[in-house]
C-alpha cells in the first residue's frame, strides 16, 4: 500500500530520473524521505534499486603540500646537487627521503658520499599527486600499487560515498497506468508517461485528520482506502500499516547496576534503617585495629591491600592496644605480642564498609542504633570474569538492648524476601570480628543455593573498647554478586563498562 510520497517518487522515477538527490530537489522533499519511499516501492518489485560503494582517493594536507611543492626525495635530490656527505644530511626529513631516493634509484650511496645517479625523471606518484591536486579521483581508475604506496605513507586517504540507482520495472508503469485508469502496456523501454500527481488523479492524500472533518467531514470507503469529502474536495486518508515494527526508541535511563543499588537502599529505609557514609581513605585503626584484626593478619598484606604514602591521626588507642595484647575488657586473651601505632596511623583504601561502622557506633555508644551504608571498597584483586579491585558493599547493624542472634535471622530473612529470594536459609559461618556467625544462602532457580553475604553479632573485642555495652548485630554482602545474578551475568566487568548494547537490552524494573 503506497503513499503519496511513494507515488511521487514513483512518477519521478518513470521520468528517467534515477539518482535520489536529483529526485529530492524536484520533489522538494529530504533525501532520506526519498530513501525511503524508493525502498518500499522496491519491496513491492516496482522499481529496481542498485546500491553501490564507490572509493574515491583524496589528498591529505601533507599529500597536498608535497603536490604543490614537490616530494621530500624531490627535495632532497636538489639539496645534495652533484653529491654530499652523508653526515650532512641532518634534517629528519632528509632520512625519510633517502630511503625513497634510493628505492627509486635517483640517488646512490659510496664511501660516505651521496650522489644523484643523473636519472631523475617525474615518476608516477608525482603524477597522480598531481591529477589528484585537481580534485578526488575514484581508487577504480587508478593503479592500485601507487595508491596503496601514497596511502602508506600518509599522502592520500580513502573515501566510501553510497550511491543509488533507481530504475522502473514493468509492474511500476503498470502501477502508474492502473492509476489513470489508462491500459496497460508492457515490456517497452521507450514509454514516456506524462506527469503524475495525486492531484492528477484525483487522489488529494491527507494525512492529519482535524476535529472538524471528524465532524463535519462525509466519509466513505472504497477498493480498501478511506475516503472524506470537505469542504468541497474528497480526499484519500493516507494508509498505515499497523502491523509494522516500530522504529526503536532508546531514552535515557538510570543503569540496571544503579537501579539495583537504588532499590535496596529503599528497602533499608523501609526497615526503618539510617544510612550512614565514610571516607574512601581510612586509617589502619579503623579499617583493621578497631575491628580486632590481629597486625600481622594476612589480609593486611601488601597484596591484599593499597596502602597509601600518608599517615592518619588516630584517637586514643589505650583500650584497642590493651584489647590486641591481652584483651582486658572483654574476658579474652587479646593477640598477644605488640600492637603498634605506627601500623595502625598507616592509610589504606578502605577494604571494607564495617571501617566505617564501628566507627559510627563509637561516635554513637547508646542505644537505639539502626543504621546501614552501600559504598565502594576497594582490594588488590586480579582482574576476571568475577573479580574486580573495586566493588560495592551493602553493610547494615542493629545495637539496642536484649537483641539477640533470632533477631538478626529475622531481618535477614524480611530483607532478602523484599529483594524477591523467596527461599532463604542459614548455615553455620567464621568471620574474625562476629560470633556466633552465619552465611544467608538464597535458592536461584538453575543454581540452587547461593551463599549470600556474611553475618554475625560483633565480638565483644570489637564493642568493649569504644564503650558499647549492647550486642550488635551486623551483616554484609556484596552488591555486585546480587548484581550477576539479577541481571543474568557471567563476567562481573560488564557491570563498570559502558555497553551500550547491553544497556539498551536491559529492561527498565526498580525490581529487576
Not at 236 to 260: F, N, S, W
Not at 428 to 438: C, D, I, L, M, R
Amino acid at each position: 500500500m503506497l503513499s503519496g510520497n511513494d507515488f511521487k517518487v514513483l512518477n519521478a522515477i518513470s521520468e528517467g530520473m534515477s539518482d535520489p538527490q536529483r529526485i529530492a530537489e524536484k520533489l522538494q522533499m529530504k533525501v532520506e524521505a526519498v530513501r525511503a519511499s524508493a525502498d518500499a516501492l522496491g519491496e513491492e518489485d516496482l522499481i529496481s534499486v542498485t546500491k553501490s560503494v564507490e572509493e574515491s582517493v583524496t589528498l591529505t594536507d601533507e599529500g597536498r603540500k608535497y603536490a604543490e611543492e614537490g616530494l621530500p626525495e624531490r627535495a632532497l635530490l636538489s639539496f645534495i646537487g652533484s653529491g654530499k656527505p652523508m653526515s650532512e644530511l641532518k634534517d629528519p626529513v632528509h632520512k625519510i627521503a633517502l630511503g625513497w631516493l634510493r628505492k627509486k634509484g635517483w640517488a646512490a650511496i659510496d664511501k660516505g658520499m651521496i650522489r644523484p645517479t643523473g636519472s631523475a625523471t617525474k615518476g608516477e606518484d608525482e603524477n597522480m599527486l598531481d591529477l589528484l591536486l585537481k580534485g578526488p579521483e575514484s581508487k577504480s581508475s587508478l593503479k592500485s600499487n601507487l595508491v596503496t604506496d601514497l596511502k602508506n605513507r600518509g599522502l592520500v586517504k580513502l573515501d566510501k560515498s553510497k550511491s543509488w540507482f533507481y530504475e522502473i520495472s514493468d509492474a511500476g508503469r503498470a502501477r502508474i497506468l492502473e492509476i489513470r485508469k489508462l491500459p496497460v502496456i508492457t515490456g517497452s523501454a521507450n514509454i514516456t508517461l506524462a506527469p503524475l500527481t495525486l492531484e492528477a488523479t484525483g487522489l488529494v492524500e491527507i494525512g492529519n485528520i482535524t476535529s472538524d472533518m471528524i465532524k463535519t467531514g462525509q466519509w466513505s470507503e472504497e477498493n480498501g482506502f478511506l475516503f472524506c469529502e470537505y469542504k468541497g474536495g474528497k480526499s484519500r486518508v493516507r494508509p498505515y500499516d499497523v502491523t509494522l515494527a516500530a522504529d526503536k526508541i532508546y531514552p535515557g535511563k538510570k543503569h540496571p547496576y544503579q537501579r539495583l543499588i537504588d532499590f535496596m537502599r529503599e528497602i533499608m529505609l523501609e526497615m526503618g534503617f539510617v544510612e550512614i557514609k565514610g571516607q574512601i581513605v581510612q586509617s589502619s585503626f579503623w579499617n583493621f585495629d578497631a575491628l580486632f584484626q590481629p597486625q600481622d593478619h594476612p589480609a593486611r598484606e601488601m597484596q591484599d591491600t593499597f596502602y597509601l604514602d600518608s599517615r592518619a591521626e588516630i584517637p586514643d588507642y589505650t583500650r584497642i592496644k590493651e584489647m590486641h595484647e591481652c584483651g582486658r575488657g572483654a574476658e579474652s586473651t587479646g593477640w598477644g605480642g605488640v600492637w603498634r601505632p605506627e601500623v595502625a596511623c598507616q592509610e589504606v583504601l578502605r577494604t571494607h564498609t564495617t571501617g566505617v561502622t564501628i566507627k559510627y557506633l563509637a561516635d554513637h555508644p547508646e542505644p537505639p542504633v539502626k543504621a546501614f551504608g552501600i559504598d565502594r571498597v576497594y582490594r588488590r584483586e586480579a582482574i576476571d570474569a568475577t573479580h574486580t579491585p573495586e566493588f560495592e558493599q551493602l553493610e547494615g547493624i542493629v545495637m539496642d538492648r536484649d537483641v539477640t542472634f533470632c533477631h538478626l535471622l529475622g531481618i535477614l530473612k524480611e530483607f532478602y524476601a523484599k529483594m524477591g529470594f523467596e527461599e532463604v536459609r542459614f548455615r553455620p559461618g567464621y568471620f574474625p570480628y562476629t560470633e556466633p556467625s552465619v552465611e544467608p544462602e538464597v535458592f536461584i532457580d538453575g543454581l540452587g543455593w547461593v551463599e549470600l553475604g556474611g553475618a554475625g553479632v560483633f565480638r565483644k573485642e570489637v564493642t568493649a573498647p569504644f564503650g558499647i555495652e549492647q550486642p550488635v548485630l551486623a551483616w554484609g554482602l556484596g552488591v555486585s554478586r546480587v548484581a550477576m545474578l539479577r541481571l543474568g551475568l557471567k563476567d562481573l566487568r560488564l557491570l563498570y563498562q559502558s555497553d551500550l548494547e547491553w544497556l539498551r537490552q536491559t529492561p527498565v524494573s526498580i525490581k529487576l
